[in-house]
């Protein structure tokens, strides 16, 4: 059995209020950028492989008061990205040592992602990994599912797909995949425990 991660809140913390909060000058601040700014559309147009400086460019012509903010978010990144989420990373690492192969889909603009993996090698040992914004395919979409098990010649009742996204889990569903919504790593265990992966 193949085993299929997602990135971001299953291993990584992304919390990008963490840098929004400083530059838009804390709580009230935030509040006011969030109101008016509909930052989560905004920032999944880059992962489904928008440039930076184009995104930036529209952003700032369509809310000039915020175009530093805009400006910073994607040079500063790896501030958004406060660690790892509390013992996802060891399920991993015990997965690779029975030599489960290990595969990711995230959706992630591809020039962040590129920033990241140094810092967190460990994103470097998957067998494979689709990365949204490098192939203009983001999940939910069954297309992004499909482009994981066909480039690496991989049948669909033969992997464990793993996200915190009800969408996403159920459209990996939808492919054929065994499932697995995140909720945390303890409940993750057992899941994977069930299935014969863990033991």
């Known amino acids: 059995m193949n085993v299929v991660f997602d990135v971001g809140r299953v291993l990584l913390r992304w919390e990008p209020d963490l840098l929004l909060g400083p530059l838009t000058g804390g709580a009230e ?51 958004t990205i406060p660690g790892t ?28 992602w590129r920033k990241t993996v140094p810092v967190y090698p460990f994103l470097d040992r998957f067998r494979d990994v689709v990365v949204s914004g490098d192939v203009g395919l983001t999940k939910p979409d069954a297309a992004i599912y499909r482009l994981l098990l066909e480039r690496n010649g991989l049948a669909a009742g033969d992997c464990v797909f793993i996200d915190d996204s009800p ?4 459209a990996a569903k939808g492919v054929g995949m065994d499932a697995i919504h995140f909720t945390d790593a303890a409940a993750l265990e057992a899941a994977l425990t069930e299935r014969g992966l863990l033991g």
């Open 167 to 170: 969408p996403n889990v159920a």
């Open 29 to 79: 601040g935030l509040a006011a950028f969030h109101a008016e700014v509909d930052f989560y559309a905004w920032h999944f147009q880059q992962d489904n492989g928008r440039g930076a400086a184009e995104a930036v460019a529209a952003a700032s012509a369509a809310h000039p008061a915020y175009a530093p903010v805009f400006e910073a978010f994607y040079e500063r990144w790896l501030e």
């Open 85 to 112: 989420v509390p013992g996802s990373v060891a399920v991993l690492e015990r997965l690779r040592a029975r030599e489960v192969p290990l595969y990711a889909i995230t959706n992630f603009p591809g020039a962040e």
